[in-house]
């Protein structure tokens, strides 16, 4: 059995991560004993893992309380469940990464229109895009 502790420190995560999981009712002690300690079987352990990968893959909290449900029921539960989960957050990911590409656009055009020199800003360009509603950029020309 593992005091919170040294569940923490074999997972390398903090015990206020472990405190918080429990909260969340992702990860529950099997055991409180006599003084009051929480302790963790392997069992708990093997849950805590494959809360930690499926959070490293970019699901939520609550994707993961899913996939737990579904864990802890596998007999009564289908493949199908478990790839809807996958694929909702693969959408998602998806529509960020979509997202992301335009921000990346819109910042490497205004990176691109300033000289980034030591001149003021009162003439640079990517203060004015932003100040102006269409954010057209033009490229900068500086009079010297």
Same mark, same amino acid.
């Given at each position: ?10 997972? $390398?995560?903090? +015990? #206020?991560? @472990?405190?918080?999981?429990?909260? &969340?009712?992702? @990860? +529950?002690?099997?055991?409180?004993? #006599? ?12 849950? @805590?893992?494959?809360? /930690? ?9 609550? $994707?993961?309380?899913?996939? @737990?449900?579904?864990?802890?029921? =596998? ?5 199908? #469940?478990? =790839?809807?989960?996958? #694929?909702? =957050? /693969?959408?998602?990911?998806?529509? =960020?990464?979509?997202?992301?590409? +335009?921000?990346?656009?819109?910042? &490497?055009? /205004?990176?691109?229109?300033? *000289? ?7 003439? *640079? +360009?990517?203060? &004015? ?5 269409? /954010? $057209? ?8």
């Amino acid at each position: 059995m593992y005091r919170i502790g040294e569940l923490a420190k074999r997972f $390398d995560i903090n +015990t #206020d991560t @472990l405190r918080f999981y429990q909260k &969340q009712g992702l @990860l +529950t002690p099997s055991t409180v004993a #006599d003084n009051g300690y929480r302790l963790y079987s392997e069992q708990d352990a093997t849950t @805590l893992g494959f809360i /930690l990968r499926a959070k490293a893959i970019g699901f939520s909290l609550m $994707d993961i309380k899913t996939l @737990l449900s579904i864990e802890v029921d =596998k007999a009564n539960s289908e493949c199908a #469940d478990v =790839k809807e989960v996958v #694929d909702d =957050k /693969l959408t998602q990911v998806t529509a =960020k990464i979509a997202e992301l590409k +335009t921000f990346q656009r819109s910042l &490497q055009r /205004l990176s691109n229109a300033c *000289c980034g020199g030591h001149e003021s800003a009162e003439d *640079c +360009t990517i203060l &004015q895009a932003l100040e102006s509603e269409s /954010l $057209d950029i033009q490229p900068e020309h500086h009079h010297h």
